[in-house]
Nanobody, 115 residues
Framework: QVQLVESGGGLVQPGGSLRLSCAAS????????MTWHRQAPGKKRELVAF????????NYADSVKGRFAISRDNRKSTIYLQMNSLKPEDTAVYYC????????WGQGTQVTVSS
């Protein structure tokens, strides 16, 4: 029973910061790469960030590179997305996911960047 529970979203002004969390359960957390995705209104879900199982490899979409940072705490079975210098175009529902997990998404967490 895989579970992914995102949290930490909210309303923030442009230039502000948020830290998202994703609590995972139902699998051996450290064995899997994890990802963050987002879906903005009227757009398809897109990959935002990737992190390998041990945290040694990270990758980011060009649109967030230099502003967002993905991390993980394997003891807590949790991944994070630190989002800085937020822009209105970052407004979306943010989801986490697991490598090789198909057909399952958590509830997501809403991030709204607006003045």
């Amino acid at each position: 029973q895989v579970q992914l529970v995102e949290s930490g979203g909210g309303l923030v002004q442009p230039g502000g910061s948020l830290r998202l969390s994703c609590a995972a359960s139902g699998f051996t957390f450290s064995s899997y790469s994890m990802t963050w995705h987002r879906q903005a209104p009227g757009k398809k879900r897109e990959l935002v960030a990737f992190i390998s199982g041990d945290g040694s490899i990270t990758n980011y979409a060009d649109s967030v590179k230099g502003r967002f940072a993905i991390s993980r705490d394997n003891r807590k079975s949790t991944i994070y997305l630190q989002m800085n210098s937020l822009k209105p175009e970052d407004t979306a529902v943010y989801y986490c996911n697991r490598q090789y997990l198909f057909g399952y998404w958590g509830q997501g967490t809403q991030v709204t960047v607006s003045s």
